[in-house]
Antibody, heavy 122, light 107 residues
């Protein structure tokens, strides 16, 4: 079965660091881009950025550039989203998602992870 | 950034109604537009890609149209399972922005 499985919910304090993961299975992980999408509580979807695990080519939304780091390890078919210094405003659900076509960055997301809820509170 | 504006923000409708949601882009995105459905506590689900192509497994009552800057999602006969929030997304250029969402509620 083709799927994306994300790491579990996290509760952190402001100032802490965090790395969440998204593991792909059932397909050639290194040949599909993986994107990250934020959804703050009760709000809409925000595109954060996207990475090609084959060569780690990464693109960020200007809104998230410098705030997070997107990476991938193709040897374990896993993409990551990390923060060095969390803020309360990072509290949100984070989804990873894969475009329909291999190697194609200009494509809709037809596969989504189940989401990772990140709560940042003192 | 390309701004995506959906209307309406909320829509009240009854089972069997024909429903239309509009999405406008701040500049041309050709046909690089997707529509997603999201239910509470769930990940979004792709309905339509390339403005008018129906994703495999999605009921034929869903259809999309448009190109350039104006797009529509139509549900021909609203079913109980369709009450959800719908988002458009452009993937013509980075950042690949979403609309703010349209919540379809039971009338």
């Amino acid at each position: 079965e083709v799927q994306l499985v994300q790491s579990g919910a996290e509760v952190k304090k402001p100032g802490e660091s965090l790395k969440i993961s998204c593991k792909g299975s059932g397909y050639s992980f290194s040949t599909y881009w993986i994107g990250w999408v934020r959804q703050m509580p009760g709000k809409g979807l925000e595109w954060m950025g996207i990475i090609y695990p084959g060569d780690s080519d990464t693109r960020y939304s200007p809104s998230f550039q410098g705030q997070v780091t997107i990476s991938a390890d193709k040897s374990v078919s896993t993409a990551y989203l990390q923060w060095s210094t969390l803020k309360a405003s990072d509290t949100a659900m984070y989804y990873c998602a894969r475009p329909k076509q291999w190697r194609e960055v200009n494509d809709a997301f037809d596969m989504w992870g189940q989401g990772t809820m990140v709560t940042v509170s003192s | 950034d390309i701004q995506m504006t959906q209307s309406p923000s909320t829509l009240s409708a009854s089972v069997g109604d024909r429903v239309t949601i509009t999405c406008r882009a701040s500049q041309s995105i050709r046909s690089w537009l997707a529509w997603y459905q999201q239910k509470p506590g769930k990940a979004p689900k792709l309905l339509i890609y390339k403005a008018s192509s129906l994703e495999s497994g999605v009921p034929s009552r869903f259809s999309g149209s448009g190109s350039g800057t104006e797009f529509t999602l139509t549900i021909s006969s609203l079913q109980p399972d369709d009450f959800a929030t719908y988002y458009c997304q452009q993937y013509n250029s980075d950042p690949r922005t979403f609309g703010q969402g349209t919540k379809v509620e039971i009338k």
